[in-house]
């Protein structure tokens, strides 16, 4: 079962735009992280946030956590049509295994 | 090889058929991790392993499913008995450390069709 929901299901910007997208779980975390999916393509890693850390940036990406309401959100700037992809939060709890949520449908149209 | 590989990555059985599908994990990475991912949906949790030892298994939907690492590099993931319902894309990932917080790196999956 899956433990993680994202929402919105599916996201339709204009490129230059900012995308976000967020995603509320139901158990204690050790972290949370957000992965990336092309059409047909594996998982790329974006970024990883610790359970005690509450904002973290990469590049054009920024991840927020709020543990007490079991819920992080990834927030995409300046968007490209590159971007359009599957976005999925995964957390990880005292398992090593990844628990992943629903996934968000980015759109980026020129 | 900078990264996860799996082959194939088409599988078409017919039911009943047996399938195999081998991992092959970034070199040194001491964890391996098997997921199902239908069509849709997230990524599903199958079974786990650290070095040729097999840690969890809890998300193998059912004893048809197996999965080795015998030697602690490569890994196979056998379904005996195929059915429409194992019809999904599997996803292999590994990562470096023993610790929970590393991060996974996921190979490009072996799509499976079953008829």
């Known amino acids: 079962s899956q433990q993680g929901e994202e929402d919105p299901q599916a996201l339709s910007i204009q490129e230059g735009e900012n995308a976000t997208m967020n995603c509320s779980y139901k158990?204690?975390?050790?972290?949370l992280q957000w992965y990336r999916q092309n059409s047909g393509r594996g998982l790329v890693h974006l970024i990883l946030i610790r359970s005690n850390e509450r904002e973290k940036h990469s590049g054009r990406l920024r991840v927020t956590l709020d543990t007490s309401k079991k819920s992080s959100s990834l927030l995409i700037t300046a968007s490209r049509a590159a971007d359009t992809a599957s976005y999925f939060c995964a957390i990880t709890g005292t398992a090593s295994k990844l628990t992943f949520g629903t996934g968000t449908r980015l759109q980026v149209t020129l | 090889g900078a990264g996860v590989s799996q082959s194939p990555r088409y599988k078409v059985a017919k039911r009943g058929q047996d399938v195999a599908l081998r991992c092959d994990p970034i070199s040194g990475h001491v964890s391996l991790f098997w997921y199902q991912q239908a069509l849709g949906q997230g990524p599903e949790f199958l079974t786990y392993?650290?070095?040729?030892?097999?840690?969890?298994k809890s998300g193998l939907p059912s004893d048809r499913f197996f999965a080795e690492r015998p030697e602690g590099s490569v890994s196979t993931l056998k379904i005996q008995r195929t059915q429409q319902e194992d019809s999904a894309v599997y996803l292999c990932?590994?990562?470096?450390?023993?610790?929970?917080?590393?991060?996974?790196?996921f190979g490009p999956g072996t799509r499976l069709t079953v008829l």
């Open positions: 990932a590994s990562s470096f450390h023993r610790v929970n917080t590393d991060t996974q790196y």
């Open positions: 158990t204690s975390i050790n972290n």
């Open positions: 392993f650290q070095n040729e030892a097999q840690l969890d």
